[in-house]
């Protein structure tokens, strides 16, 4: 099956500092790529769709200027959360689609849990 | 809006069955997914459903009605290891997933 890896899958980071995210397909090229961001006992909330080689769709809501996301090939998208707050702290988890028109299976990265202090 | 509703929290005994309900209202529709979540790790996938019918994966089923805007995830044979959180989402007509809040299920002995 399909394999999404993530890097780091935990880190903490002092208040101010930026973090970045990597998420990689690795045995499929992704054409889309999505990040989303879980709290504690809540759902996942979609943060931003990215494809290869033009600029992420954010949600409403969600800072573009401070969750930098780019998806330079077809099988690596980072997130960037910059100058990192407290509030910032969740678990990130990302997920790619295929390049087949019949591929409707978002497959999940493991998530990275980020923890600012 | 876009809305889709499942219980917050369901109990069953280990070897029993149970029936976790989805209901959708969402501009379009171009499927409906499940996704298993264990505490602290990225939902995996368990079924999806486009067309009405029951679709049926070993212990696990899942039913759609797209009249209704319904669908249910059917757990067999529960075993402690299905303790977790099953999220229902829809893909809309813009291939957009949307997500349900996930029903926590706790399987006791």
């Known amino acids: 099956g399909a394999v999404v890896s993530q890097h780091p899958s935990r880190v903490i980071c002092k208040s101010g500092t930026s973090v970045k995210i990597e998420c990689r397909s690795l045995?499929?090229?992704?054409?889309?790529m999505f990040w989303y961001r879980q709290f504690p006992k809540q759902s996942l909330m979609l943060m931003a769709t990215?494809?290869?080689?033009?600029?992420?769709?954010?949600e409403q809501g969600v800072e573009k200027d401070k969750f930098l996301i780019n998806h330079a090939s077809l099988t690596l998208s980072t997130l960037t959360v910059t100058s990192a707050h407290p509030e910032d702290s969740s678990f990130y988890i990302c997920?790619?689609?295929?390049?087949?028109?019949?591929?409707?299976?978002?497959?999940f990265g493991p998530g990275t849990r980020l923890t600012v202090t | 809006g876009q809305n889709i509703d499942q219980p917050t929290e369901m109990t069953a005994t280990e070897g029993a069955i149970v029936q976790i309900n989805c209901t959708y209202q969402?501009?379009?529709?171009?499927?409906l997914f499940w996704y298993q979540q264990h505490a602290g790790e990225a939902p995996t996938f368990l079924s999806y459903n486009v067309l009405d019918g029951l679709e049926e994966k070993g212990r696990f089923s899942s039913f759609l009605s797209r009249s209704k805007g319904y669908s249910y995830l059917l757990l067999k044979e529960l075993q402690m290891k299905d303790s977790a959180s099953y999220l229902c989402a829809v893909t809309d007509s813009n291939y957009q997933l949307i997500w349900g809040a996930g029903t926590k299920l706790i399987i006791k002995p």
């Open positions: 990215s494809n290869e080689g033009s600029k992420a769709t954010y």
């Open positions: 997920s790619a689609k295929g390049t087949s028109g019949g591929d409707y299976e978002q497959y």
């Open positions: 969402t501009s379009g529709f171009n499927g």
């Open positions: 045995d499929f090229q992704a054409t889309t």
